[in-house]
């Protein structure tokens, strides 16, 4: 197995460099689509987004796939404990959720730096994805330790951005949803 460097990823590549050299070129050239083609830029950013997602958290799956795999068999020979198998798998599923979380991050942050309005709310979007996962998916397959560890985590930071959002209010609605300056 090889992470990051095998033909799935040459494949999402082209796919994804494809996607995001067509919204690039449609949106030199804005100005002579017509009715509905002014819909093809945002789509084929939307999924040229999707398919980085997608590689990315298909790539660290398998990732962990195959070391879980390569520690049962550690297992069955005396090498590994089953506790250590437990932890890699609560790891795993971890890694997914922060995955998710850093990619609407970042996502948000290129909307903010390029005062882009709806990339700010796709970013706001897809930071609800790592949320979502932690209440119906993590919150069922981690272990009780990893399970309260990031619930807690989540709590601090809904409490935080709760505290500034409430803090800064008419600030932070005035920016998220002010129409582009350009």
């Known amino acids: 197995f090889q992470p990051f460097l095998n033909e799935r990823v040459l494949a999402f590549s082209v796919g994804t ?45 398998m990732y962990f796939k195959h070391q879980i795999l ?55 979007g897809f930071l609800t994805l790592p949320v979502l996962k932690l209440f119906l998916y993590d919150s069922f397959a981690l272990s009780q330790g990893y399970r309260v560890a990031a619930f807690i985590t989540l709590g601090i930071i809904l409490l935080f951005g709760g505290f500034l959002f409430q803090k800064y209010q008419s600030a932070i609605k005035d920016f998220l949803f002010e129409e582009n300056p350009s």
């Open 70 to 124: 390569l520690s049962r068999e550690m297992q069955t020979t005396g090498i590994w404990s089953s506790q250590e198998v437990e932890v890699l798998e609560n790891i795993g599923n971890l890694a997914l959720t922060i995955l998710w979380g850093i990619f609407g991050s970042v996502i948000f942050s290129v909307g903010i730096l390029r005062n882009w309005k709806l990339v700010r709310l796709g970013g706001l």
């Open 17 to 61: 460099l494809t996607t995001g050299l067509a919204a690039r070129f449609l949106l030199s050239s804005q100005h002579i689509l017509k009715g509905k083609e002014v819909l093809l830029p945002p789509f084929f950013i939307i999924l040229s987004t999707a398919l980085t997602l997608g590689i990315l958290s298909i790539e660290m799956m």
